[in-house]
């Protein structure tokens, strides 16, 4: 019985584990993204400093869900 149950204990707390790094790097790049915004103050260039910005926070995001991705799979025990 207790190998079953534990199964419902395990896999929450991998699963948090997993996914507490990620969500705190996701935070990073959300709080960079809007610093940067924030700072952007010259009305010639803000639109250029918004899209810039943009297109490197999903760079960013891209990047780090391919490495959550690649974490996760090697990760054993959660395939």
Do not use: C
């Not at 103050?41 to 991705?69: G, N, R, S, W, Y």
Request: charged content about 25%; hydrophobic content about 40%.
């Amino acid at each position: 019985m207790w190998p079953f149950s534990s199964f419902f204990v395990s896999k929450p707390l991998q699963a948090l584990e997993e996914n507490l790094q990620f969500i705190t790097w996701l935070g990073i790049i959300y709080n960079s993204y809007w610093t940067r915004l924030v700072q952007a103050q010259d009305p010639a260039t803000f639109e250029q400093v918004v899209q810039d910005t943009t297109e490197d926070a999903i760079k960013q995001i891209k990047e780090l869900m391919d490495k959550h991705t690649e974490r996760s799979t090697n990760r054993p025990g959660l395939r």
